[in-house]
């Protein structure tokens, strides 16, 4: 086939398909462009220490439980880079840096950015959302401390496939929201 005809072809496929490969260009952009920032965030840390994000998830975990009159102390040790926590005095679990939501957030941030709507309507979904995830992890993670200690048999199971599956439909039911109700893509 000539050149010609070709690019012919091509720009054909790139019309038919702008909207997808706009979404794509935009949600990949917005998605490397914040994972960038929150990676210089992190590297402001010293190697074995706990950032300000993962150390504010685990205080307001602490405070959400302590508020039900339940023991909770977390506990922040030289040259470990996490929390540990503390239920009725026995040492439950640790909070790393991947507990804390923020990769959860930037996620949902990129694809509310590739699916925009208008500048206002993006901004305060932008905000709004990732208020109500950082709320829920905080909420997810002081649960799943009281399950594990009553239920530790199960921390497979509470750790790795249902709380996961609490934070994510979250996300996926704002996402729905958004793309429905206020994306430039809605009716």
């Known amino acids: 086939m000539h050149k010609f005809g070709k690019k012919i072809i091509l720009k054909k496929y790139f ?10 260009a935009s949600f990949f952009g917005s998605y490397i462009v914040l994972t960038f920032l929150y990676q210089i965030f992190l590297n402001g840390f010293e190697n074995n220490t706990v950032d300000t994000i993962t150390k504010a998830v685990a205080q307001n975990t602490q405070k959400i439980i302590s508020y039900f009159f339940m023991r909770i102390q977390d506990e922040i040790v030289v040259n470990e880079p996490f929390v540990r926590m503390y ?10 840096e991947g507990c804390n939501g923020i990769s959860v957030i930037i996620l949902f941030i990129s694809f509310i950015i590739a699916f925009s709507g208008s500048l206002k309507n993006t901004l305060l979904f932008i905000f709004g959302g990732a208020l109500l995830i950082y709320i829920l992890n905080v909420l997810r993670i002081a649960v799943l401390i009281v399950a594990m200690y009553y239920f530790p048999e199960k921390k497979h199971l509470l ?18 929201i958004w793309v429905n109700k206020f994306s430039k893509y809605a009716k």
């Not at 019309?15 to 794509?24: A, C, D, G, N, R």
């Not at 239920?87 to 790393?96: A, D, K, L, T």
């Not at 496939?161 to 729905?176: D, E, K, T």
Request: no cysteine; proline share 5%.
């Open 15 to 24: 019309l038919e398909y702008k909207p997808f490969l706009v979404f794509l």
């Open 87 to 96: 239920f009725q005095n026995e040492y439950i679990v640790r909070i790393v």
């Open 159 to 176: 750790h790795s496939v249902l709380f996961p599956a609490v934070i994510y439909g979250a996300v996926f039911i704002l996402w729905f």
